[in-house]
């Protein structure tokens, strides 16, 4: 029992930390389409561009192709081959999204913005329309399906070309680099998705499921969109805006029809003052009346109830002077005199 309560406490006190303030730096280093970075983008938009080229026309590129295929590295080191079976899940786009996705949710939690799960849906939706656009326009068939020694294979209604694995790998790995806080985490992250993406892609032609020109054009796509990402910088901030101003609206309905309405204040009855049995004084007209305060403006402490105050007798005996007694009709009230 002891046990389970200094856990409940220990959960309490994460969770009261992590809803703080947010711990997003002051000094966040977003990355910029700066002239660094549009030369590797036109670097990389160059090498993509001649790899195609080089597939088109049949070059020594093709050639190199087959001669990896009849290698078969799957046979020249089968030892291996269990382990990058499931090395390969690494690009592929289901597991990996789910995993950075799960990532990226609690970073966007804990730092009270969208702009991680905003910045991974752009990157997807990106690598799908672009991929996806190049997979079914050059329609290239794999190493398996290949029917011709030496050719290209390509518009044979397949969809390898470029590597979608190894496209995936750069894009969900890298993208953690991109949104990384700081300049030496990113250059961690850089180097992990690098290597991620490097041997996932040699792994999709160690299994014979790739050319490797699928695999360079795979590599060049990937960098293409992470290297064009600060251009949609302006336009997920603008959404981020619309979404949290969409939530704050949603929340300030609910609140109000979920209120309550005030319940009306009861005023405390009075008790009817007891009747007099003496006559009433009148007062003269045009004097001013005491208003009776409510119970709730009078001074805190105890107050003597009516029926324990001293009564005072009018002035004056209601008896009439008689012959007995006739000085109470001269006695005056002493209170009043």
Same mark, same amino acid.
């Given at each position: 029992?002891?046990?389970?309560?200094?856990?409940?406490?220990?959960?309490?006190?994460?969770?009261?930390?992590?809803?703080?303030?947010?711990?997003?730096?002051?000094?966040?280093?977003?990355?910029?389409?700066?002239?660094?970075?549009?030369?590797?983008?036109?670097?990389?938009?160059?090498?993509?561009?001649?790899?195609?080229?080089?597939?088109?026309?049949?070059?020594?590129?093709?050639?190199?192709?087959?001669?990896?295929?009849?290698?078969?590295?799957?046979?020249?080191?089968?030892?291996?081959?269990?382990?990058?079976?499931?090395?390969?899940?690494?690009?592929?786009?289901?597991?990996?999204?789910?995993?950075?996705?799960?990532?990226?949710?609690?970073?966007?939690?804990?730092?009270?913005?969208?702009?991680?799960?905003?910045?991974?849906?752009?990157?997807?939706?990106?690598?799908?329309?672009?991929?996806?656009?190049?997979?079914?326009?050059?329609?290239?068939?794999? #190493?398996?399906?290949?029917?011709?020694?030496?050719?290209?294979?390509?518009?044979?209604?397949?969809?390898?070309?470029?590597?979608?694995?190894?496209?995936?790998?750069?894009?969900?790995?890298?993208?953690?680099?991109?949104?990384?806080?700081?300049?030496?985490?990113?250059?961690?992250?850089?180097?992990?998705?690098?290597?991620?993406?490097?041997?996932?892609?040699?792994?999709?032609?160690?299994?014979?499921?790739?050319?490797?020109?699928?695999?360079?054009?795979?590599?060049?796509?990937?960098?293409?969109?992470?290297?064009?990402?600060?251009?949609?910088?302006?336009?997920?901030?603008?959404?981020?805006?619309?979404?949290?101003?969409?939530?704050?609206?949603?929340?300030?309905?609910?609140?109000?029809?979920?209120?309550?309405?005030?319940?009306?204040?009861?005023?405390?009855?009075?008790? #009817?003052?007891?009747?007099?049995?003496?006559?009433?004084?009148?007062?003269?007209?045009?004097?001013?009346?005491?208003?009776?305060?409510?119970?709730?403006?009078?001074?805190?402490? #105890?107050?003597? #109830?009516?029926?324990?105050?001293?009564?005072?007798?009018?002035?004056?005996?209601?008896?009439?002077?008689?012959?007995?007694?006739?000085?109470?009709?001269?006695?005056?009230?002493?209170?009043?005199?």
């Amino acid at each position: 029992m002891r046990t389970e309560r200094n856990l409940t406490r220990r959960l309490e006190r994460v969770f009261a930390r992590l809803d703080r303030e947010p711990e997003r730096p002051a000094h966040l280093d977003m990355p910029r389409m700066s002239r660094h970075r549009v030369v590797l983008l036109g670097l990389t938009l160059s090498f993509y561009l001649a790899i195609v080229v080089a597939v088109l026309t049949t070059s020594w590129l093709v050639a190199f192709d087959w001669q990896v295929m009849f290698f078969r590295p799957y046979q020249q080191w089968p030892e291996i081959h269990a382990f990058l079976d499931y090395w390969v899940v690494l690009g592929q786009r289901g597991p990996t999204a789910v995993m950075v996705m799960a990532w990226l949710g609690w970073r966007s939690w804990r730092q009270h913005t969208l702009r991680p799960l905003l910045m991974f849906g752009t990157a997807l939706l990106l690598l799908n329309v672009t991929v996806g656009a190049a997979k079914l326009g050059m329609g290239r068939a794999g #190493p398996h399906y290949a029917t011709l020694i030496g050719s290209n294979e390509m518009w044979q209604n397949g969809d390898i070309f470029p590597s979608g694995h190894t496209a995936n790998a750069v894009v969900t790995w890298g993208i953690l680099a991109y949104l990384a806080s700081t300049p030496r985490a990113r250059r961690w992250l850089s180097a992990v998705s690098a290597v991620i993406s490097l041997s996932v892609g040699l792994t999709t032609v160690y299994l014979g499921t790739h050319w490797l020109s699928d695999v360079l054009l795979g590599w060049a796509a990937g960098l293409l969109i992470l290297l064009a990402l600060p251009w949609f910088e302006p336009a997920v901030a603008r959404v981020e805006a619309v979404v949290l101003a969409v939530r704050t609206r949603w929340r300030t309905r609910g609140a109000g029809l979920a209120a309550p309405a005030p319940a009306p204040a009861r005023v405390p009855a009075r008790a #009817p003052a007891p009747a007099e049995d003496g006559p009433r004084s009148r007062e003269p007209v045009g004097a001013a009346r005491p208003t009776s305060r409510p119970s709730a403006l009078l001074a805190p402490g #105890p107050h003597t #109830p009516r029926g324990e105050r001293t009564p005072v007798s009018p002035a004056g005996s209601r008896r009439p002077a008689t012959a007995r007694n006739p000085a109470r009709a001269a006695t005056t009230d002493p209170q009043r005199a």
